[in-house]
């Protein structure tokens, strides 16, 4: 069983969380990924410039960043062994500029976002942003193949 933290940084917690925890276990299904906590942070461009610059040296805001933890930890209150990827942040003002540049809807590019995210988590990585990477190419077959389940 997979579990999911959302929380917000200078913005209120968005309404439709709830529909964001249960689309990321559905993304972390469609990998056949077990037993991870995953932690899912929403804020806003300063917030996220703030990081961007500490930890990669650009003082610009982005949409997407995941911070890999990669550690195992036993859960005390279950017994279970659980696995902690890491953290996905996510800049909803970026989302919402990335959108209208895109020409897709919020709900499409969120998806995407959270989708990236995951994948970084899960140890892939890409080059470029050209479409034939794999970790884009697969993060694109998965927004189609969970083309049905809007977050808001």
Sequence with gaps: MNRVEINAEEVPLPVWSPMVNDYILKVLDRLDRDGWDVSVLFCNNAYIRSLNERFRNIN?????????????????ATGEVRFLPGDIIVSLETLAENAGYFHVSRDEELRRLLIHGILHLDGMDHQTNEGTEPMLKLQEDILTELSGEAIF
Excluded: I, K, M, Q
């Design 60 to 76: 610009e805001p982005t949409d997407v960043l995941s911070f890999t933890l990669g550690t195992n930890y036993h859960d005390e």
